[in-house]
C-alpha cells in the first residue's frame, strides 16, 4: 500500500516524496525504530525506520516515510 504526498518546491530534489504502509496482523505493537525488510531477490537485507501509526482488531498498521 502506499500514498502519495504532495511533491515540495525543493532545488535539486530528484524524487517525489512518499510513504509505503504496511499492515501486521500480530497484536504486538514494535516500537518506532529501524527494522531489516527482506528484499525478493536481494541477499542484504534493506533497514527502514517504521512508525505505528494506527491499530485496529485485525493487526497493527506501520508507516515509513521516504522523502
Given at each position: 500500500?502506499?500514498r502519495r504526498r504532495?511533491?515540495?518546491?525543493?532545488?535539486?530534489?530528484?524524487?517525489e516524496?512518499?510513504?509505503?504502509?504496511f499492515?501486521?496482523?500480530?497484536?504486538?505493537?514494535?516500537?518506532?525504530?529501524?527494522?531489516?525488510?527482506?528484499?525478493?531477490?536481494?541477499?542484504?537485507p534493506?533497514?527502514?525506520?517504521?512508525?505505528?501509526?494506527?491499530?485496529d482488531?485485525?493487526?497493527?498498521?506501520?508507516?515509513?516515510?521516504?522523502?
Amino acid at each position: 500500500i502506499s500514498r502519495r504526498r504532495p511533491p515540495r518546491a525543493i532545488p535539486g530534489l530528484r524524487t517525489e516524496p512518499f510513504s509505503l504502509y504496511f499492515k501486521s496482523q500480530s497484536h504486538v505493537l514494535l516500537p518506532q525504530k529501524m527494522y531489516p525488510f527482506k528484499i525478493e531477490g536481494n541477499n542484504k537485507p534493506l533497514n527502514i525506520f517504521i512508525v505505528p501509526i494506527g491499530r485496529d482488531r485485525d493487526g497493527v498498521l506501520y508507516e515509513a516515510v521516504f522523502n
